[in-house]
């Protein structure tokens, strides 16, 4: 098959125009689906057609998954359109299957993309955690026996239950400290006698409502001992290490719904009154939509990061998976709270027009995992902040340039070389060597001028705050990174990275440009006027408004609309 770029466009084009009232793949027919809380046969049978399942699935084994920066992208046709298609479908697929990619055994890795090859499906049950996403606490539990264990108990939120043949489950199998008290088995569904396995009630939500999420009760079914992932007691920290796989892609799914929800928020504000007027000549609405613009494009480099450090700084990313995945549905969630301002009452439309910004809103939530899952992302970045600060900050060299070159080849995913807790931050000497550049060019004009420079050395100073607020905090002490004052510096480190992320693209965009987008990206346009937002979101003091910079980013948000191109880094072209 081709390239994943070139996949994702044969994908975009077989899904065909979203604002084509007669395409039966279209938004009203999406927006039907999702209203009668039903996946749409038609959209599935080309995901079928496409194999989307392959893209799960690593080489090794048969599948196409090779790079996780080319699986995001191939993502974004889905959920452009339908959170509920792309992760019923098969995203969730891939999260259940995390794990087994992560500590499977040859014979375990290839069952569960067999299973997967063949269009069936995976489904994860999730040990419970404090604040958890489930809709209530249960759990199973497993038992040693001679020759086995026997699975007990019940889950009554579990994406696909029904649907799936295979199941990863997460069993507490003893009360050892330490994180030691749960194991993950891999299960074949047909395998198990089906008198022990009967399917709960399928659970409505607000967002993602063509989505099945049901549950399992299962009782004392016996299992085989090669169903164990890896070692008995290695639960937790096999959630936590297939976590760095996942998080990477959380900011292109989000981002896909975006998208659809800045693309019809656009459309409805460059339609012509009967004045001759639109509502592009509000300053308000101007704002919106180059803020709105402005926030996926940093979004983007935070993805793109994320999934090329997983190759590249194996040992380093963990921080930027979690940043990427908690920072994305916050500047989401904050950007469509301001787009709902310049819809106004059109914000509730169901269906029509600008039905899909209602339904990107709702789905939202669900697609990034929840209010929980920013806690524990926020959770994982803080122990690691002590040590960058007495020891990365200010000193690690630069990451290589391919970090930041989405069309540049990179090693392959090595997953035993994934750690937990990163031994340095080059990520964040980008900003400070950025600094240093931008300091010493000559002209200061080619390289964004004074607006630039100064915002690029405030948020220099922010980390150099931050050093300093973690070089107080012990490592491992607890209570003080578990305080808010801790949570909140942490947040202002996401913001940091993201920075520091767009630095690195537009460095590289000037230096090489790689797409359809570079034009625009190589400009200081777009980078001073995102470090601005951020800035601004800081709190931090701030230069006069580069008014200039931001009208330019503007005008690529209309002409984006016109010439049907993805509001991301890749400015794909769509149906």
Sequence with gaps: ???????????????????????????????????????????????????LNAEFVPADVGGRLERMDHLGRLLRPVFRRDASLGFGYGLNCFFAAAPVWTAGDEKQRRHAARLLLTGRRIAVARHEVAHGNDFVRDEFTARTVPGGLVLDGSKSAIANASRATGLV????????????????????????????????????????????????AITDCPVPADAVLGEIGDGYELSLRSSLLIRGLIPSIVLAGADTALRTVVRFAVRPRADGRSSLDVRHVRDVLTGGFLDLLVIDCLA?????????????????AAAAAYLAPKLVA?????????????????????????????????????????????????????????????????????????????????LSQLVLLGDGDPLAATLVASTDLLEAARPPCDDGGPVLRFLVRVLTGELAELKKAFEDVAEGDREALSSPRSF????????????????????EERRAPTGPASAFLATPAWITAALYRLVERLGLPLPDRPEGQERLVLDEVVARLHNRRSYDLYASRLA
């Design 334 to 414: 904050e950007s469509m709270d301001e787009m709902s301002s310049v819809l106004g009452e059109e914000t509730f439309a169901q269906d029509g027009a600008y039905g899909m910004f209602q339904k990107q809103r709702r789905d939202l939530p669900v697609t990034s995992l929840g209010h929980a899952g920013s806690a524990g992302r926020q959770v994982s970045i803080l122990p690691q902040l002590p040590y960058f600060a007495r020891h990365a900050w200010f000193a690690d060299p630069e990451p290589p340039p391919s970090l930041f070159r989405h069309d540049e080849a990179i090693p392959p995913l090595d």
């Design 304 to 320: 793109l990061v994320a999934t090329r450090a997983l190759h590249l700084l194996p040992g380093q990313m963990s921080a930027y």
């Design 169 to 216: 489950v997460f069993a507490r199998t003893g009360t050892a400290a330490r994180g030691r008290s749960h194991s993950v088995l891999l299960l074949d569904r047909d395998e198990l006698p089906a008198d022990r396995v009967t399917d709960l009630a399928r659970r409505t939500t607000t967002g993602m409502r063509s989505a099945e999420f049901g549950g399992l």
């Design 488 to 507: 909140g510096l942490a947040d202002r480190y996401t913001l940091v990275l993201a920075a520091a992320a767009c630095l690195g693209v537009w460095r």
């Design 1 to 51: 098959m081709t390239g994943a770029p070139e996949r994702a466009a044969t994908l975009e084009l077989a899904f065909g125009a979203l604002d084509d009232p007669d395409n039966p793949l279209g938004a009203a027919a999406l927006l039907a689906a999702d209203a009668a809380g039903e996946m749409l046969p038609e959209a599935e049978r080309v995901l079928d057609d496409f194999g």
